[in-house]
């Protein structure tokens, strides 16, 4: 059992009116951490964090991010007291 | 496909109505190709080393085929000349209605030579087109020109829509860009500056007629598609309403904000490393101005309530600040309230002027004395009086903008170009080097976005047409670390990983090359950026294109003439004398290390050459000049291209006696310091 710490912005932190939280997971999966996510937070949760194409993680217009900076992908483990960072992958104006 | 050409001599008050052949959109597109082509084919008959600033520049407004067609991926208008601020290739992007009316009035393209003996606006009216006076006009600023104009010219047969430019184009300066219907910039390489050395206020655009389509059903099939596509995409929902500004929290992660002239690479405002603008700020109408079925656009009114120094701004209403508004304001000069953001997004729009160069040419200033470079006498003779040059203080950042827009003091005559000019003449000046803390890539082009980690964003600085510049490289598969979009590019992940050079340059070559076909069809870049793969420009998009002009092509063939534009772009700054000395970026970004965030440490000086090289390679270039090689320029069918630039000594591998150019790159007229 491992804890990591979610944090959300932009698109992310409206469905989940938070933008925060602890979350323990059995295996220190990142694929462990987006079911939890979609089962929590329902439909829209999950178009924003599963590609539907691939069920990797969704890569298109979303970036998330280890504490180092380092984009996670499903597959990738996680450390104990890890922060995750789910956002908007997308600049330029 | 045919389109409308708009021929203005402004010298001799001439205007000409031609047509742009088929086979011009066989070899060149649409959009910014053709206006590459048309500025190409007149500095053939005019010397490219004008002064940008003279009568022989050209000015030249361009849409593409997939604009105003009600395809919903919103439609971007083009602006091509050459660049007063860094004396090369220049051109700019800008939204809004004014691209579509352009067509809908029976042209496509707009070229202006030439000079007004006094200021002076187009009216085009379906085809029927005026210079009309426009001294009431001289001195206002964007928007109300623009209400001006619509004012004026009614509401038939169409609304009114506009370009214009404000009191920074009016005086020239350098970094000066153009408004579309007073409130969107096109920002970029100094358009304004150009419209004002020609004493061209405005263009007023009515247009009530249609667009031909070639295969109208094939069109309706494929906007219903993509509609669809983008209704599923939760990330677009996301986008819509944040429009890129999502991007400052996300970069705050990956270490990509710039603060305080990138002495910094975090924001510091806890409210502007928030979205907290979202929620506080009333937006009183959502503005899908571009045939967009995104619509990321709105317009926002400062109520008083949002933050203390909202107060001051109470009624003004803003385009919600972008993220480079944002990182100019709240990044390059340390802006800690979203009001005083908004505020300096709209004077800067309002005044007609660069945000990126202009907060870059404050930063360094304000750098120069926070490390008590320059005294306080100093800082009166820049000014003509004290200036605190406080980071982040919006009163004194708001006479900077006015000093540079009007002209009004050294500062203003100094920084007029940007800030690798004026610090060089400020340097020059005090007997100093200051370069250093000037921000900068290629041409003196300046960007409030950290680069030093990111090889591909780097590379995009050192090598852009246009001069320094991230729309037209795009940095998308490494700075987002898509090692998925990498496979299906290049068939390996490693373009997705920032922190080694390989597949860095090839990723600038083959990203530009998309851009231009995106510029080209004359659409918007973010629907792209949100699903790479299911909307690439030569395949995707490329059937939307086909369906509208009938140019049917292979995918390879697109991304062809994709390369072909790139070409021809380059091959416009070869003939300035541009080579390899020339892609290149600033002291800060090339040896300073990242001072902070993930990347400290990082300096780009440790891939630059690496990834430049590869650049090159993948360009087909020669790599010891950076010059075009005849082999590459056939294989696109550019022999023509290839033999100016031979006549100029400027291909590699050929050299001949005639022309000898090599000059070193450099702004129009420096203005000197007046007594
Ligand atoms: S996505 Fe935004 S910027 Fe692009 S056309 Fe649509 S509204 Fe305009």
Redesign the pocket.
Known sequence: MITVQAEYTARFKEITQITSETIQLEQPHMAELAQILTTKYGERMEALLIDPKTQDLNTNGTLFVDSTGRRLFIDDTLADGETVSFMVGIAGG | MEGGLLRVDLTTGTIKKERIPHALFERWVGGSGINDWLMWEHFLKHDPMCDPRSPDNIFIFGVGPLAGVGSG????GRLTFKSPCYGIFGDSAG??KFPYMVRFSGFDYIVVTGKAPKPVYLHICNEEVTICDATHLWGKGCEETHEMLKQELGDYPSTTHTLSIGQAGENQVGIAGVVSDGWRIHARSGGGGVMGSKNLKAIAVQGNGGVKIDNPNGLLEWSDDFRQKLDGNEAAYG??RR?TLGAVEMYQRIGGNFWRNNQGALFRGEEVRSDNWVKKYHKYSE???????????GRYKIEGHESEQAKKFVGETFRHPEYLTTASGAGAMDIRDWAEVAHWGKITNDYGIDNQDLSCSIGFIMELKQRELISDRDVEELFGKPQSLEWGNIEDIEELVKNVSYQTNPFGWLFRDGAYWGALRYSEQKGQNFMKYAIYGKGGASFTEEMRPFPTWMNNMAVASRGSDHLKGIGLIEKFQRKDLSKAYFGTPIAGDPTVPDLKGACTAVLENQVALINSYG?????WLLDPLSYAPESYYGEAYTAVTGIDRTKEERMLDGERICNLEKAYNSRLGLRREHDTICERWMHEPCPEGPNKGRVAADMFEQVLDEYYEWRGWDKETGLQTRKKLEELGMEDVADVLAADNAIAGESRSGRAVHVEMKASDDPGIPD
């Open positions: 991926i919103g439609v971007k939204g809004g986008f819509k429009g503005v899908c101005s571009s045939d967009c079925y995104i619509a990321c656009d659409v918007c870049l973010f629907h």
